[in-house]
């Protein structure tokens, strides 16, 4: 990469959040690439601002440059959009090999050969289909010269060039053209993608005379009115509606052959890469865990829980639990995150403090496990007992954990690294690669989400304070919401992951793998509190029978008051979170300069 180029992205992302920045240029028709480069620059959503409104930002940044580089700017999911709909320039701008930038910890996944062929063959079929429609109208146009009469040829002119640009923004811009005929305002349009329209149709006195009168051929011939067109000038029209039709036809063939070279190249690489992996598969079998001939799989005993501090009684159910888990699923490795007897629970994974805790015995002992598998497959959140032993069983799959590792995943890097080892097979032995957690970019990332979350908590309570005839059952539904944005977010943060598979109340005992502060606060003592508890869980209780239980005409203030503790609840454990990623964010830090 060219040293200013270095230097214009290094101030760039300082500034903008920026996702992906590409660096190209259209190759010629010998294949060679132009000299003249242009970016890509994908930029994630600044609230209440359009992309374009950061471009005086570039600007700047390009303001040292020899040469400024022509550049456009799009938001995230607009470009996953335009690529996925087919748009051949964002697809070909978009290959690997033009990627100069790239966020951290947010891998390409849009480009497998799958994806590339479904987009190459629906590009090329639009702009195909479309393309023998333009043709007709040219026919159209030779039989209308044929008469002598110039408005039905202009106007046929008009329809040529019309559909094919159409077809051109569909395919290569991937973006759906609107219901107008303007074509001016179509080539004004696409010429980011066909500078070469520039030459054809400049915008001085006479070419703009020329252009708007083959858009006036089009609304004049539908109100069987004619035109004022000289022979002369109809010529140079047709010159330039062909050369414009043969621009977009040439520029749509080299980007399907760039493209498909791409692909063909990417072709090669993976029939290398499947005779290497052919070549290596004992190595590969070794670091993956798979079984080896003349190699019994067992699975280790890891951990006897023989100085846990709970009841002797406990540690048989909890083998035969574990057993259970092992006969049911044979998972290539059981790992414990925490758990909790009594008043003990082991150390929290996810927590800087630990606080002093006693034995108050007598209770069951309840896991919070991750079980490591091949394949999960309809396996995601599970809650299993036996005997006094309880488990809350997430089942995440080998290759998940890989990817998630390799992309420096909070909650999967605490899992891996820091997780207690129950039971592992014999050949499990796996070697992957781990990304080291950016806890700065984390710490900045949850604090805006709890800012959000906090605003809306407020916002439900002030409705429910504020109310002066507060039914029964809006009360319940505005509190589940509390609940909701509470128990999800609180999860989020201090895990690092939330899980959709899980219904609220599994949310809730899910949480113990970080400590009991959110069960012991959700769960009630009395039968009422369980009662009311019960309906905020069971919403669709308070949807179906609200009438019938007569909560749609019973006001209870008191509920204002359990809202309250609610929000106050999870501000403060939020509010805790945020304390204790931005203390770890500050030790990396300080270790990173030391180091």
């Not at 992309?51 to 700017?73: H, Q, T």
């Not at 996810?350 to 606080?355: T, V």
Request: hydrophobic share 35%.
């Amino acid at each position: 990469m060219d040293i200013q180029l270095e230097k214009f992205i290094e101030r760039l992302v300082k500034r903008i959040d920026i996702e992906r920045i590409y660096q190209f240029a259209f190759p010629t028709d010998d294949g060679e690439q132009q000299l003249k480069t242009q970016l890509l620059l994908v930029v994630n959503p600044v609230k209440g601002m359009a992309p374009n409104a950061l471009a005086p930002i570039v600007s700047l940044c390009m303001s040292d440059l020899e040469k400024e580089i022509p550049f456009e700017m799009m938001i995230t999911g607009e470009w996953s959009n335009r690529v996925k709909q087919g748009s051949l320039y964002h697809t070909y701008a978009s290959l690997p090999e033009h990627l100069r930038y790239a966020s951290k910890n947010r891998p390409n996944t849009l480009f497998p050969d799958k994806n590339i062929k479904g987009l190459l063959e629906l590009a090329q079929y639009e702009y195909n289909r479309a393309r023998e429609i333009s043709d007709e109208f040219r026919a159209g146009v030779a039989n209308f010269l044929a008469k002598d009469d110039y408005t039905q040829a202009t106007f046929m002119l008009h329809q040529f060039v019309e559909t094919r640009i159409k077809a051109f923004k569909t395919s290569v811009a991937g973006v759906k053209s609107t219901k107008g005929h303007n074509l001016e305002q179509l080539i004004k349009s696409i010429r980011g993608t066909l500078p070469g329209l520039h030459d054809l149709f400049p915008y001085d006195e006479l070419q703009a005379e020329l252009l708007r009168k083959l858009d006036q051929s089009y609304v004049k011939t539908l109100k069987w009115l004619q035109i004022e067109i000289t022979k002369e000038e109809f010529d140079v029209l047709l010159q330039k509606c062909e050369g414009a039709a043969e621009e977009m036809d040439r520029r749509v063939a080299l980007m399907f052959s760039c493209i498909t070279a791409y692909r063909e190249k990417k072709s090669v690489a993976q029939e290398k890469a499947a005779q290497d992996q052919v070549e290596n598969k004992e190595a590969k079998a070794e670091s993956y865990g798979s079984k080896q001939e003349g190699q019994p799989v067992k699975t280790l005993v890891c951990e006897s829980f023989k100085d846990y501090p709970w009841l002797p009684e406990y540690t048989s159910d909890v083998n035969q639990l574990l057993e259970k888990i092992r006969k049911n699923h044979n998972p290539e490795q059981i790992t414990m995150l925490n758990y909790h007897t009594g008043g003990f629970s082991g150390g929290s994974l996810f927590q800087q403090e630990q606080q002093d805790q006693q034995e108050q015995g007598g209770a069951k002992v309840e896991l919070y496990l991750v079980v490591i598998m091949n394949n999960t497959g309809p396996f995601h959140f599970k809650c299993m007992q036996v005997g006094v032993a309880s488990a809350m069983v997430l089942y995440l799959n080998v290759s998940y954990i890989e990817r998630k590792l390799a992309e420096g995943h909070r909650f999967v890097n605490t899992l891996w690294t820091r997780g207690r080892i129950l039971r592992r097979k014999s050949t499990f032995k796996p070697k992957f690669d781990i990304t080291e957690v950016d806890w700065e970019a984390i710490y900045e990332k949850e604090a805006k989400i709890v800012e959000n979350a906090k605003v809306c908590m407020n916002n439900l309570y002030c409705m429910l304070n504020n109310s002066s005839t507060l039914m029964l059952d809006t009360a319940l539904l505005l509190i589940r919401n509390l609940y909701e944005i509470g128990v999800n977010t609180y999860t989020r943060c201090t895990l690092g992951s939330r899980f959709l598979e899980c219904s609220l109340g599994e949310q809730v005992d899910w949480s113990g793998a970080i400590d009991r502060k959110l069960i012991d606060f959700v769960y009630p003592d009395s039968e009422v509190q369980l009662a009311r508890l019960r309906l905020i869980m069971g919403i669709r209780t308070v949807w179906w029978k609200c009438v019938d239980l007569g909560l749609s005409k019973t006001s209870k203030p008191e509920y204002t008051e359990l809202a309250r503790e609610v929000k106050h609840f999870f501000e403060k454990q939020l509010d805790k979170t945020l304390v204790q990623l931005k203390q770890r964010a500050e030790q990396k830090k300080k270790e990173a300069i030391s180091d």
